[in-house]
């Protein structure tokens, strides 16, 4: 009997024991399948560049290899992440629980890639967070965006709730942590489990945002240069069109008088040719500062176009239906 005792004892222990392991199983089940699907992913050099640049923690890496993330081409891409409209270029996605970067080969934007990575990264931390989290940390992000919401962030929100109804927090959950420096301490901390230096990553944002904010601001400034310099030379022109109309009148009516003789004396035609000789060299100096104007517009006008060309190569290099088919 004592020795019946004990088998019933073992396979009572045994029964528990996968019992247990059922249980862990049953809880997670995601992590087990994140992990198996880690252990049959091969990073390629541009994604373990990508990981370490954008200062992911060994946590970060983990859900961004867990979703295979890949460096795609234009035509790959186009496959993998449909672009919602068409006025905005998409840079990334995370699509069937895999993450999809654009290519992006531009120099100046360097960093865009290793942002669009970490962003997607957190999306995917997002889709395996259970509800209670999502509401407690969803607080925390709807708090911190009524301190950092700006005109440009609204509207890219209004994009989000146009075209991803109900991914307003899973969006700013992205956003924020990839782009936003000085957090509060909480949400900081909370980030920390994903990035080992969550700053490496807010700065190539602000690297290669800066780009696209100077040109911005630099084009602007050009706009409304122009705007006022062609109102200003739309003015002067008129005015300098009515001066010539009125002098060159009164040459011809002193040409008239002299060749019909009705001066009464040579002092009085002196007189009114030094006048009209003064008038002509004042109209000379008028159209000479015209001039003057026209050109410096002119050549302000190049920069706008020079400008304007260098942000359509910036918006060219980020959208992935923009780019020029191969030749033949």
């Known amino acids: ?45 541009g994604v373990q560049q990508i990981s370490q640049r954008s200062g992911l923690s060994k946590n970060g890496e983990f859900y961004l290899y867990a979703s295979h993330a890949q460096i795609n081409n234009a035509a790959e891409f186009n496959t993998n992440c449909a672009r919602l409209e068409t006025n905005n270029a998409v840079l990334g996605c995370y699509s069937n629980r895999n993450i999809y970067i654009y290519d992006v080969n531009n120099q100046e934007l360097d960093g865009i890639e290793e942002v669009t990575a970490a962003h997607e990264m957190l999306h995917a931390v997002w889709d395996r967070m259970s509800a209670g989290d999502k509401k407690k940390i969803g607080d925390m992000l709807e708090a911190e965006y009524k301190k950092i919401a700006t005109p440009e962030l609204e509207a890219r929100m209004a994009y989000y709730g146009r075209n991803e109804s109900g991914e307003r927090q899973n969006e700013l959950h992205s956003i924020i942590g990839t782009e936003v ?41 050009l706009f409304n240069e122009l705007t006022a310099s062609g109102k200003e030379i739309q003015d002067l022109s008129f005015a300098y069109n ?27 035609f002196n007189s009114e040719r030094a006048t009209l000789v003064a008038r002509t060299k004042q109209v000379d100096t008028q159209r000479d500062e015209l001039n003057q104007k026209i050109t410096a517009y002119n050549d302000s006008y190049s920069k706008y176009q020079a400008l304007t060309v260098h942000r359509e190569t910036l918006i060219r290099s980020i959208d992935s239906t923009l780019v020029a088919a191969p030749s033949l």
């Open 1 to 45: 009997m004592r020795h019946s005792s004990r088998g019933i004892i073992f396979g009572s222990a045994l029964s528990i024991c996968f019992l247990a392991l059922g249980v862990l199983v049953a809880f997670n089940n995601q992590y087990l399948l994140d992990q198996w699907s880690v252990w049959q992913y091969q990073p390629s050099t």
């Open 181 to 221: 420096s000085s957090l509060d301490s909480a949400l900081d901390k909370y980030y920390s489990k994903y990035f080992d230096d969550r700053q490496k990553t807010v700065a190539l944002h602000t690297k290669y945002n800066q780009v696209f904010t100077e040109l911005s601001n630099e084009s602007d400034s």
């Open 242 to 268: 009515q001066t010539v109309t009125k002098l060159s009148a009164d040459i011809q009516s002193f040409n008239d008088r002299a060749n019909s003789g009705s001066f009464e004396s040579v002092s009085q």
